[in-house]
Nanobody, 126 residues
Framework: QLQLVESGGGLVQPGGSLRLSCAAS????????IGWFRQAPGKEREGVSC????????DYADSVKGRFTISRDNAKNTVFLQMNSLKPEDTGVYYC???????????????????WGQGTQVTVSS
């Protein structure tokens, strides 16, 4: 059974850092495009970052470019999202998701991703 589990969320002050983890079971993460998404209260879920299968090409939302870094550790079957210089507007529930049919690219849209984790809360507040 394919499963994704996020961890690493928490409460952090503005300007602080967090590293989120997305651990997979039932499949190899490097065989899928993996995306990170977030949903703030009262807002739609939005794509934050993604990494493609194979080559590991990445993409970022404009709002997080230069602050967030996505990476993949194949030995641990885990994808990470390093978040630096956090802002209050980064607050939300963060989800990782897998799109097993995307080859050579990843996208920040929700629809191609068929497998989702349960989410981890990130709160940026003083």
């Amino acid at each position: 059974q394919l499963q994704l589990v996020e961890s690493g969320g928490g409460l952090v002050q503005p300007g602080g850092s967090l590293r989120l983890s997305c651990a997979a079971s039932g499949f190899k993460l490097d065989s899928s495009a993996i995306g990170w998404f977030r949903q703030a209260p009262g807002k739609e879920r939005e794509g934050v970052s993604c990494i493609s299968r194979g080559s590991g090409s990445t993409d970022y939302a404009d709002s997080v470019k230069g602050r967030f870094t996505i990476s993949r550790d194949n030995a641990k079957n885990t994808v990470f999202l390093q978040m630096n210089s956090l802002k209050p507007e980064d607050t939300g529930v963060y989800y990782c998701a897998a799109a097993t049919h995307l080859i050579g690219l990843c996208v920040l849209a929700n629809s191609p991703y068929k497998y989702w984790g349960q989410g981890t809360q990130v709160t940026v507040s003083s």
